[in-house]
């Protein structure tokens, strides 16, 4: 390749680098480091890759998984509360203990995984498999098992590339990805019953849900939620289950205030999921400053998890102000 048209021919595929790197490790900071160690490794090498063996494609998902399984061996997994822990069952008044010791999983932004400018084949290879609950899952497979299940399953390699890409046979490869299929059924036997798509009625749904927390409806909130729905707040370890449990907690916790909205949201799409930015009031000056992303999944007309990152720091990422007036 020459060097000067390196950044003209390698950019283009930076999206779903970013997301093939996000499934391995369930990070978007950890996930953008790796791509540009990816660039940088792929820029050194540039003077001996050969069209003629592979693709540039190719060349580069293969430098990108075997950075990643490097980094996978110095860092334990990205994880959720519900996979650490069981449900909490009691409501405690102490305010809510935060573990930010522990390495979360994180949500990434619908916008960087590619534009309708992009060719639809790369957005479609970025936007895949990118569902919260489905890299959750992939957090529970050895790193091996995860590259083979993301490079066959999510996509859609042969095995016999799946094999030269990890220096291995298809039988192999075959047999890891039969492995990783039962661990994550076991882990999230639920991915199945998930839609990709909202349709009208299902994001109706998410704007009554969004204007019920931002005017404390308790009601309107019960309304929108299943009956066994989970939430998750991490870096708070506990998680609630059960329709009761997290109005309970709402109430309790939410410094929900009858008469007086203490919350604003601006919607942002995670993981290729509704999603909101929840600003909370400071009554110090009337401001509501960035308080937790919520990225909400959807079941049967009506929410089934609402996964709470308690970070104002990823509010940049989203694009969205610090503060709102």
């Not at 953008?32 to 580069?60: G, H, I, K, P, Y």
């Not at 305010?95 to 060719?119: F, N, R, T, Y």
Request: hydrophobic share 45%; charged share 25%; glycine share 4%.
């Amino acid at each position: 390749m020459v060097i000067a048209d390196f950044d003209a021919r390698t950019t283009r595929h930076r999206a779903e680098l970013l997301a093939h790197c996000y499934r391995m490790l369930g990070s978007i900071h950890d996930a953008e480091d790796l791509v540009q160690e990816t660039m940088l490794r792929a820029w050194r090498a540039a003077d001996s890759f050969d069209e003629r063996r592979a693709s540039l494609r190719t060349w580069l998902y293969r430098i990108a998984t075997n950075a990643c399984l490097t980094a996978l061996e110095q860092r334990g997994r990205r994880a959720l509360p519900s996979g650490l822990v069981g449900p909490s069952d009691t409501l405690h008044t102490a305010p809510v203990q935060k573990h930010h010791e522990i390495p979360w999983l994180e949500p990434i932004p619908d916008g960087l995984l590619g534009s309708d400018a992009d060719d639809p084949a790369i957005v479609v290879a970025a936007r895949s498999g990118i569902r919260l609950a489905f890299v959750a899952a992939l957090q529970h497979l050895p790193a091996r098992q995860r590259a083979v299940l993301i490079l066959r399953d999510v996509l859609a390699w042969s095995a016999a590339e799946v094999a030269e890409l990890l220096d291995t046979s298809p039988a192999a490869v075959n047999s890891a990805l039969q492995r990783a299929r039962a661990q994550l059924d076991k882990a999230a036997p639920m991915l199945d019953r998930m839609t990709e798509t909202l349709s009208p009625g299902e994001r109706a749904l998410i704007d009554r849900y969004v204007a019920a927390f931002e005017s404390a409806d308790m009601r309107g909130l019960s309304e929108a939620l299943r009956e066994d729905a989970v939430l998750e707040m991490p870096p708070a370890l506990m998680w609630f289950e059960g329709r009761r449990m997290i109005l309970a907690f709402f109430d309790a916790k939410a410094a929900f205030c009858p008469g007086r909205s203490r919350w604003r949201a601006l919607p942002v799409a995670a993981n290729t999921q509704p999603a909101a930015g929840f600003y909370r009031l400071d009554d110090a000056d009337g401001v509501y400053r960035a308080h937790s992303i919520q990225v909400l999944t959807v079941q049967n007309d009506a929410i089934a998890r609402i996964t709470v990152f308690v970070d104002p720091g990823l509010f940049g990422r989203f694009g969205l102000p610090p503060t709102v007036a």
